[in-house]
């Protein structure tokens, strides 16, 4: 295991060809990692090989090349499988969280009744309330939300479940707020009330170890790209006997065992859920990603993100006419800090970062209700990677007197 | 290439119109207004509008956005004034460009143009409504 130090920094930083970029012929200061993150040569190597050595269908041909590529394939399978503790055959691929979530969307709710109701969070992503909210639309079920306070943190205490609660679906790290939830809590509230229990790891699986077994979830939603997998690639872990009574959400090649004209006996678990030709460039880079992690190790990964936001929250802290968002304690964040300077728009503040080389998210974070809430356009958002250092985020908080200083 | 080329649009006069806007407020009596969202952003935009045999004959907005877009807008409204709608519906996002005295890059076209999308969505509906009428 390599450990995150500050002398052996510069060597891993060497992984990521990108961070060696100079933008507006400033260093590169990727912190926008939440938005998606930089790519280490292991995993481009991974995806370069496989179109350059082993390129071809899988499971299907009965030649070599086929024969390589669907061993790699199913490796990279099981490698994002035991990542987060659970069997092979509850991990489904999907194109990313949003696939993982609609697919939930359009299996779970074809069985619901009028009258039901799904079970969300103020502070979820577009992507974890969009689904839900329209086929609640179609078949008449009924959106709730677990409200938030000032900073961020979920009222438990006052939940509206019941029921007629059939779906809890919660973000575990949020990506606007930062905010950690306690989703193992959540969970038990869930199954209390027989309801069944998603979480969105989106911001979560890449920044501290998941164990599907020990958060006890129904399902859990995460994507390739925000831990440093490529795009278009994303996982969706379901207990197995869920998975098994769940209709599939694709139809077509590879998800069945047998055609008929007139009916289908549709493929063993994960595959049922997985029709078409797969991604297998973005599995494979995928595996490569969970392989350098695991390199690295995630409670270490998890340790560095704290010591970047507790530094960054002292330091925005020192900014004058900043305010910041979220949780006020940093032990109750992902890695993220989202802020706004008064009087100045988000989009404004970001743009004049990218001047000095500092890539920051401005807007609204696809969080439009939770911003709406807070009364807020937008936010600028730094998040951090184990790859970040405190150097940067000094940077940054020096940077941000001269944007103040544009709008003297 | 420019060591800070997005700093460059912050000129004095955008800043200026940024913390002191042209025409912004609440229009009594408006024969249309019309809001526009930026949604990449979170620019917002409402432009009111009060005719006088189909010319603008005042104008104001509200809304928060970001300086270029706020900057846009109090140009736009102030130089449409006494303009013919069928004038203004001609008005393109080069025109704001020259408006404004900025060029910008596609992540902030949608600022520069936001409150003249808002503006010719009035007209539009404002016209189509009173087809419907007469």
């Known amino acids: ?408 | 290439m420019n060591e800070f080329m997005n700093q460059e649009m912050y000129m004095e006069h955008i800043l200026d119109l940024y913390k002191n806007p042209l025409n912004f407020g609440i229009l009594d009596n408006a024969d249309f207004k019309e809001r526009c969202f930026n949604p990449s952003c979170g620019d917002e935009v409402e432009i009111q509008v009060k005719l006088k045999d189909d010319k603008v004959d005042d104008i104001k907005f509200i809304g928060r956005g970001c300086a270029i877009s706020v900057a846009a807008a109090s140009l736009l409204t102030e130089n449409i004034k006494g303009k013919l709608l069928n004038d203004i519906n001609n008005l393109t996002r080069e025109d704001m460009m020259e408006l404004v005295g900025i060029e910008v890059g596609p992540a902030r076209v949608k600022c520069i143009t936001c409150s003249l999308v808002s503006l010719r969505e009035g007209i539009r509906s404002y016209l189509e409504g009173k087809n419907v009428r007469s």
């Open chain 1, 1 to 408: 295991m390599v450990t995150i130090t500050e002398s052996n920094m510069e060597k891993l930083r060497e992984d990521f060809p990108i961070l060696s970029r100079r933008i507006h012929d400033k260093k590169l200061v990727y912190l926008d990692n939440s938005a998606t993150t930089q790519k280490p040569k292991q995993v481009i190597d991974a995806i370069t090989d496989y179109y350059t050595k082993y390129n071809s269908n899988v499971h299907r041909g009965l030649h070599k090349l086929s024969e390589e590529a669907t061993v790699k394939f199913e490796e990279a399978h099981n490698k994002v499988a035991k990542f987060i503790n659970s069997d092979s055959q509850e991990l489904i691929f999907t194109k990313g969280t949003t696939e993982s979530l609609n697919l939930l969307a359009y299996s779970l709710l074809t069985d619901l009744k009028k009258g039901d109701e799904i079970l969300l969070t103020q502070m979820e992503h577009h992507s974890n309330l969009v689904p839900w909210q329209q086929l609640a639309k179609r078949f008449g079920l009924n959106l709730k939300f677990i409200e938030i306070d000032k900073d961020g943190i979920l009222n438990l205490e006052n939940n509206p479940i019941n029921n007629k609660t059939k779906i809890v679906s919660v973000a575990h790290t949020s990506n606007f707020l930062g905010t950690i939830n306690p989703v193992k809590e959540i969970g038990k509230i869930a199954h209390e009330n027989n309801a069944l229990f998603v979480v969105d790891g989106a911001q979560s699986v890449p920044h501290m170890p998941v164990d599907v077994k020990d958060l006890d979830c129904d399902f859990l939603a995460f994507s390739a790209h925000k831990m440093l997998g490529p795009t278009g690639i994303g996982a969706l872990y379901g207990k197995k006997e869920l998975l098994e009574k769940m209709h599939p959400f694709n139809y077509g090649g590879d998800m069945i065992l047998e055609v008929k004209f007139d009916d289908t006996k549709f493929n063993n678990l994960p595959w049922k859920f997985e029709a078409g030709t797969p991604n297998i460039a973005g599995a494979i880079g995928f595996g490569a990603a969970v392989d350098y992690l695991n390199k690295i190790g995630m409670e270490n990964i998890k340790n560095h993100g704290l010591e970047l936001t507790k530094h960054a929250m002292r330091r925005l802290n020192e900014v004058k006419n900043l305010e910041i968002y979220g949780p006020l304690r940093a032990d109750r964040r992902g890695p993220l800090v989202s802020f706004n300077l008064i009087n100045i728009h988000p989009h404004d503040t970001t743009s004049l970062l990218d001047d000095y080389g500092i890539a920051v998210r401005g807007g609204h974070h696809c969080a439009m209700p939770t911003m709406k809430l807070m009364n807020l356009v937008g936010s600028t958002r730094a998040s951090f990677y184990f790859y970040n250092t405190k150097e940067e985020i000094d940077y940054l908080t020096s940077t941000l007197d001269k944007v103040k200083g544009v709008f003297k």
